[in-house]
């Protein structure tokens, strides 16, 4: 099961938006964060899992980042390339 939480960003001609995947594995939920991009015509383009629990997220066209922040501590703030730029 995929659910979508917080809104999407864009950067140029992608959507990117964060989703948690559930999978159950011997009875017990396992639960993965991940990052999908898009094009606008909803074409997927690519999807990463990210070893983190984020709350929100924003993109930097100018210093080609994502920027997000732990959904635990906010005071953590994780730092990726953007890809696709």
């Known amino acids: 099961m995929t659910y979508y939480y917080g809104y999407p960003k864009t ?18 939920e396992v639960v993965t964060t991940e990052m999908q ?15 983190a629990n984020l709350s929100a997220f924003n993109i930097s066209e100018k210093y ?9 501590h906010e005071n953590i703030i994780y730092v990726f390339n953007l890809p696709f730029i």
């Open 11 to 28: 950067a140029n001609e992608y959507i990117y938006v964060l989703c948690k995947n559930a999978q159950y594995k011997n009875r017990n």
């Open 37 to 51: 991009v898009w094009k606008w015509d909803g074409t997927p383009i690519a999807s990463f899992k990210i070893n």
């Open 64 to 72: 080609k980042k994502i920027y997000a922040v732990d959904i635990y």
